[in-house]
């Protein structure tokens, strides 16, 4: 590999940093993650192997977390952008989970490493689902603070419960076809929600069947007559 050109006097920026981010994810979506070395990062962003190291000290291996935490929080923005419109928790989470499963189903470069290296990036996943864990439960909270909870349940806890079950549906859905926004809507209304929000309540039963001969409820029985002076008036004006 040939190295970048030098910059030794380059300050460690936040905007340096990015553009080295940036850089090495290009790098990853070329090559994947085994193949991806700091020189290739360095000449990709134009910066020398020393700026580099100034914003990355862990070098190679604290680069590429990097990465991974930059997407994560690109998904997210995307994510929120996509159910930042819902007006309740339920349609929140229904749009959210498929959304989610949509995103990284059709994520290219996740879908690659996953399937080439998934020993490369799933301990760097691992690193990251504690702090999208805390990201979902923080988001969901407000919505569960507006909702009329089941007896005993409170919203932060329900909350983290969320947070780690959709995190778990989103990567192993199961039997759930989350392109199906009936089984969604089944999901979460009924195993995600399911004790978090009071049941609804019953329908009120339909009438009993009218035995034959039996009279007329008083009601059906003004409504047949109303029916018939209407015919009859009509009848008269033609």
Known sequence: MAEASPDVTAPATAGSRLRIVQAAYGCVARWGFSKTTVEDAAREAGVSRATLYRCFPGGRDELLSAVVAWENARFFARLYEEVREGTSLVEVMELGLVFAHRDIREH???????????????????????????????????????????????????????????????????????????????????????????????????????????????????????????????????
């Open 108 to 238: 290219d470069v996740l879908q690659r490493v996953l399937e080439t290296e998934p020993d490369l990036l799933l301990p760097k996943l691992t690193v990251e689902a504690a702090g999208t864990q805390r990201m979902i439960a923080a988001f969901l909270e407000p919505y569960l603070a507006r909702e009329r909870l089941a007896p005993g349940v409170e919203a932060k806890e329900a909350a983290d419960f969320l947070a780690r079950m959709v995190l778990s549906y989103i990567s192993a859905p199961g039997g759930w076809d989350l392109t199906d926004r009936a089984q969604v809507a089944r999901l979460v209304r009924g195993e995600l929600l399911g004790g978090i929000l009071p049941p609804a309540p019953p329908a009120p039963p339909a009438p009993p069947p009218r035995a034959p001969g039996a009279p007329r409820a008083p009601g059906a029985v003004r409504d047949k007559s109303l029916a018939a002076s209407r015919r009859s008036r009509r009848s008269r004006r033609q």
